[in-house]
């Protein structure tokens, strides 16, 4: 135990930096973003981080840190944090690797979760100071979407019809759409 709570200090220390609390922030809403992909209330076994680029060599360990808090927090009373996440994961059954490569971007955080056969995948990084989603599910977003207020996300078949339909139901029950983002691919399914 002493040894987990020398780590977690390490994650701690490091996290103080104005450019760390972007990344943590980019790191909790991937999270969240995948716990909401998992309709299925079983929990997932295993989560691969992987960060990309020179500026996130050392983050790994707070960037794995921040995706967990995002992928556990679900209104119970375990109150997932930087310092707890990854003991809350382990007790859970949960296995979380982590990884960082080089990487094509300046600045990437991938996460993948797995559970009975099913995975999901999330790819963001931090544009202008904002946490941004680049791709989902292996679907490359044409701009990046930011990850701050509410979300919808779907996949449809592609139709000409689709945006305006759902764009007019959306409205005829009083939610505004501040922006809209579809994948870059236009075969088969958006």
Known sequence: MPHLQKVN???L???FSPESHQWI???????VVLKSCTTSKQPFSQVQITTQGDCLKGSSGYMTSAVMVGLLTDGSKSCPNLVNSLTLAKESGITVTRNHSKGLTQGACEVEIS???SSYRATG???GGVPVLLELNRSVFRQPVS???NLLFFKASASPQLLPAVTGLLATVGVEMESFSAPADRSGDQ
């Open 9 to 11: 200090a390490q994650v």
């Open 13 to 15: 220390a490091s996290t």
């Open 25 to 31: 922030k980019l790191g909790e809403a991937i999270g």
């Open 115 to 117: 559970f009975n056969g």
């Open 125 to 127: 990084c931090v544009q």
């Open 147 to 149: 990850l701050t207020g």
